[in-house]
């Protein structure tokens, strides 16, 4: 296990009363009705979590992370509010996972800092589980969790939920949609969807089972809000691979690949255009390395074998019209090897004239400006850049409109709520539905035999992972963070005789500050000494680092309009 | 004048001598051709600023600024690097302005700090010159520069440069493309343009002159390459009217337009749908009060009176269904009118049911996420929300590939550079030309009889202002300021017996850093103190901190996987 401060502390972060009542506290009534509150994932995009209690008994669906927007310095990963997970550890009975992307699974490892899992199940298929397994045992955390295998088609009792898994497709292979029977009634959880109608894997989205269950009838459907804005239908990744196949058939030096790494039907369509194209693969990054070598062992897709695979190293005895490189970094990550090579820092690939770079993803917003820096770089260097917006070679995973509608047409629920997806798609998803209800992260809902209410909505606060630790915003400082970096921090060391009570010197060093060479400090220096001469002799230690730290905060003010954070110390002489 | 420490400076900042050889040296041999030399804008988007040399003489065009990356904190603008300015402060003839956008004329106000810009006269249209007028007076700099108005079609002498104004049609106002006529060519520079036929204020792009310069010759053409990656024409200010007249015609309640407060065609346009949907005009945000009451000075284009706009403490005596409210904060700039309504911040503004709000913009790279967030939190309010892609309630001020086509079918240079645009838009702006080279800021060209030749390449560091103060990267601390923010800091206080040379105690106190009540930083303390005892006593006072700073660094990576900025201190006890 890597080492974590922290790890060992008991959680102490207080959940909002509000939210306490109806999810956390001991109430009789609570036995009458399902309550359901997304922790993550619902109004936004990202850290995917949805709490389900019955009774006194819980079962959390997916557990995942989302990035930092650029501005948010010193932060590594966003994850939900577990303080309400660690009040209620010993009633959670299940974490189930629809599909191994990381804002469903990623928040796992990061539990597993505040909870005491090993009692709690952990639900997925075989593909899902297997990168839990491998991103778990990457930190020494395998030994305190049981993993349990479903399969779709699969029914599994835990009381008193009934849970029933649903083939969908989706971007990475292995997905299931998720359905909860309580005595309250059903509720339809999709996970993230497209309808693919002729999957790579063969393994088709279940119509069948969503009508079934529609006929039988659903209280409430739970659906991917992602594409709700976007008319028509995804793209099936078959028409991808005819797309990368024209662009990798017509051109006669080297290719290189940059693609979502667990999108492995892509990598199979590319796996399979390298063979009828004479090319060699060669597969570039951790990542892409690690979602081949776990799916080979788990799904149903034919993907490279190592033999058939050429290491990096003996890269230059392929010839250049041989090779087809895939690798990491659409996002242009800035370690990613993508963005590495653009900048000339990769010691395996560097670009030129005759390289064919496609970019077969598409820009996650907030990503823009350094995409578009690294594919400028990549243009300089004398390669060709194709973007999925260019051609297509690139498509969703997550439903549009008219399969969205698809979706409403087979579960037919009395009620819908929108999720996975900022406001302005849950907005853009109840248009398309009757008997919608808009709900965001911090609210609950109460299914009961008399139908949906809400009954509470709080802001909840998430929580962050530095690389290292795991915290509240407040544990980790991250305003603090932020205001160092605007403006700096002055250290201030003040020297006085404290047997006649009376101040002798004052010295100031900054870091972060305009640096004139220390004349604006030598300047400051002399001012706040000018005040503090005569004024201090009532003062104990305390009151004289808060005077001192007042007056170099408002000199530096006064002369550079900037305010900086200031640590005082206090010097004893004679 | 804004107190600006450093102001008084002289600039210290060194020229990479390649540049300083073809751009700054006394050389006979310059005489003998013209030097062109992107100082910004040209690899890049914002900060346009060119750089002519004939003999011993210098002519500016441009002089702009552009904003900073989301993650880069502590900094409010970035501009050229004004140190080969400074070195030739007495050579420069003239600084030419094309047109009053920030990214042309934003830096003059800096330059200002590092130039003495007394004998160097500023020339541009009248808008234009009434915008900076505004501004410098803002800043008390009004008294230190010499505005010199031009008109389309005026010819300036500026020895040994023949300086000719061309009228082009832009999203502001009162925009020239310039010709520089010299010993050794022409050159047309077109700023920035596109080709609306029919411009709001008649004002028409001047096809006839700048064929009749191509049918005398052109030596090098450069032009604006923000839009060449896209096909097709602009769309015309007239269709956008139409586009903003249909929502506005059709709405029932309150209507708020956000926009670039220098598009005044727009605001005319928006002035004229006021008045024929009976709605009164109110406008919101000093940026787009100020573009007006300059607009009305000094265009010809009908703009609201003070008579015709209703203040927005008097909004509330008109209903709704006749109030147009323009607003700037299209970018969701923190402190904009927008933004601050849109989280409930703005006094005089708030979101329901029955506003439409108009995105009348683009989304800039870098601000999607936060405009998203923005969005979502006005339609959390109840209002309608068009953005500019779902209507055609914005146009680009920026020509797309049939109109740069009609650029160069016009001046038909001998040779064309692709200026104002990342890399990838010149390099698509040169597929659209024979003849052509492709620089980037910190090249120097050199346009003699003979032809056109790249004399240098250099890698430019820009300049920043933080708000109050302008420097290097350097001088403002910009790394340590991120390091600031990444690892936070730690003031250690070590306190010596330096008549026995011993180690007696070390207190550390940290800022943005993980926070244990300070259990984290007495382990450290206790580890740290154990290695420093008996190890001090041959070391000086520099040595001493050196060796605290790296071992306390040390312990905080052992144990949080951060090193933070360090500050060490030593106190002498006995």
Redesign the interface.
Known sequence: MR?G??SA?TVDSSVSPRLAAPMIADNAKQSQSLHIAPLGGV?EIGMNMMLFRCGEDYVIVDSGIRFP???M??VEVILPNLAILAAINDKIRAIILTHGHEDHIGAIRLLAQRLDLRQIPILGTAFTLALLRHRLSEEGLSSGVTLEQIRPGDTVEIEPFTVSFVRVTHSIPDCVAVCLDTPMGRVIHTGDFKIDVNPLDGEHFDEDKLRALGDEGVDLLLSDSTNASVPGWTRPEEEVAAGLEEQIASWKGRVIVSLFSSNLYRIHSLFKIAQRNKRIMCLLGRSVQRYVAVGRETIGLELPAEKDLVDVKKLHHVPSHQQLIVCTGSQAEPRSVLARASRGEHRDLTFGEGDLVLMSCRKI??N??RI?RM???I??AGAK?VFGKQAPIHASGHARQDELTRMLDLTRPKCFIPVHG???FL?DHANLAEQVKIIEDGSVISLSPQGITQIAQEQLEPFFH????L?TS????IA??????????A?V?VTIDPSRGIFLDL?I?T??????EGR?CKEIEEAVGKQMSGQISDMDVEELKHYAGMLVRREFRN????KP?T?V?I?AAT
Do not use: M
């Not at 530095?466 to 630790?469: K, L």
């Not at 407040?474 to 400082?477: C, K, N, P, V, W």
């Open positions: 080492a401060f922290g502390r109004g927007d650029a501005n310095i010193g917003p907030g823009e400006r578009h594919i400028n770089d243009l300089r850049c900022e406001y302005s907005l530095d690389g290292n630790t915290g407040d544990e980790l400082r603090e963070k932020k205001r160092l970096a605007w403006n700096g921090v250290v060391d010295k060093e870091r972060g500050l305009f640096n004139d604006l002369r550079i309009q900037r954070v640590v110390q010097q």
